[in-house]
């Protein structure tokens, strides 16, 4: 069964840094992409960013995060990784990790698998 296991979630300041890791079991990750999205409560989940398989290419669908955000991935360690610098107070949300195959075409519902997600919270 494909299982993916957000943490590193957590409280910061603003202006901090936080890096979420997105660890699968079950399956290995080499042939997914990852996408990485969040939710506020009242709101649709978004999608933040997505890497591909081999990181062939990432994206970054929120304008605000470009250039704080960075996607990357471990295949040795089957692991993705989004690091979050220069955090700001809209940047809190629970935040998911989902796969789907090779690229990241495609709407949420592509995504076949999801973790449980992980609460970031910016707040002095």
């Known amino acids: 069964q494909l299982q993916l296991v957000e943490s590193g979630g957590g409280l910061v300041q603003p202006g901090g840094s936080l890096r979420l890791s997105c660890a699968a079991s079950?399956?290995?990750?080499?042939?997914?992409?990852i996408g990485w999205f969040r939710q506020v409560p009242g709101k649709e989940r978004e999608g933040v960013s997505c890497?591909?398989?081999?990181?062939?290419?990432?994206?970054y669908y929120i304008d605000s995060v470009k250039g704080r955000f960075t996607i990357s991935r471990d295949n040795a360690k089957n692991t993705v990784y989004l690091q979050m610098n220069s955090l700001k107070p809209e940047d809190t949300a629970v935040y998911y990790c989902?796969?789907?195959?090779?690229?990241?075409?495609?709407?949420?519902?592509?995504?076949?698998?999801w973790g449980q997600g992980t609460q970031d919270t910016v707040s002095s």
């Open positions: 989902a796969a789907r195959g090779y690229y990241c075409a495609g709407t949420q519902p592509s995504f076949s698998s």
């Open positions: 079950g399956f290995t990750l080499d042939y997914y992409a």
């Open positions: 890497i591909s398989m081999f990181s062939e290419s990432t994206y």
